[in-house]
């Protein structure tokens, strides 16, 4: 597995439902970071937690980070059709000899 | 206020030919990254400015990429003799400052370079 690999890549929910996406990465990192992409467009940062966090929320997304199996996840709670796109995390082990480094993503689809 | 600005906003050259892809960065900010993205597949680091600092050219895949940034601002990506699987979408973004604990990237909407 490559550094910074979301499951699942595909996932489709109804709207209301809540989605989980996962994030494995392989080095020790001084963060890791959540976005978004529209079909499309560019990428829009979520959320950034840090390597001596365990979990952050903003608003409906909560972000829980385990350094110890070296995995993240994003979940997004009360989902909506606007949710629909690509999800990424994004490693930053730049102290440890690597640069940002981001995974294939998860593309969601919430329907209506 | 302004994003991060990118262009072209779309590119086709012929096979063999140099491109220029142009960025412009959030003013103020000192780190700048180039991404490549194939289509369904996610982002390939490529390079990294912080600063005055050496660039981080890691990511570069072959000696046909090179990139710079004039002025701690404004970065031109070029690739020279475009290969067909040169053909993806260039992002650009840029960060505050890193060093500083403000690694949030703002990402531009990208270049998509398709060679013929």
């Known amino acids: 597995s490559q550094q910074g690999e979301e499951d699942p890549q595909a996932l489709s929910i109804q709207e209301g439902e809540n989605a989980t996406m996962n994030c494995s990465y392989k080095t020790s990192i001084n963060n890791l970071q959540w976005y978004r992409q529209n079909s499309g467009r560019g990428l829009v940062h979520l959320i950034l937690?840090?390597?001596?966090?365990r979990e952050k929320h903003s608003g409906r997304l909560r972000v829980t980070l385990d350094t110890s199996k070296k995995s993240s996840s994003l979940l997004i709670t009360a989902s909506r059709a606007a949710d629909t796109a690509s999800y990424f995390c994004?490693?930053?082990?730049?102290?440890?000899?690597?640069?940002?480094?981001f995974g294939p993503g998860t593309r969601l689809s919430v329907l209506p | 206020g302004a994003g991060v600005s990118q262009s072209p906003s779309n590119k086709v050259t012929e096979k063999g030919k140099d491109v220029e892809l142009r960025c412009d960065p959030i003013?103020?900010?000192?780190?700048l990254y180039w991404y490549r993205q194939s289509l369904g597949q996610g982002l390939e680091f490529l390079i990294y400015?912080?600063?005055?600092?050496?660039?981080?050219k890691s990511g570069l895949p072959s000696d046909r990429f090179s990139a710079e940034r004039t002025g701690g601002s404004v970065s031109t990506l070029t690739i020279q003799r475009t290969q067909q699987e040169d053909s993806a979408v260039y992002l650009c973004?840029?960060?505050?400052?890193?060093?500083?604990?403000?690694?949030?990237?703002?990402f531009g909407p990208g270049t998509r370079l398709l060679v013929l």
């Open positions: 937690i840090r390597s001596n966090e």
């Open positions: 003013s103020g900010h000192t780190a």
């Open positions: 400015f912080q600063g005055n600092s050496a660039p981080d």
């Open positions: 973004a840029s960060s505050l400052d890193p060093g500083l604990s403000r690694e949030t990237q703002y």
């Open positions: 994004a490693t930053d082990a730049r102290n440890y000899g690597q640069n940002f480094v």
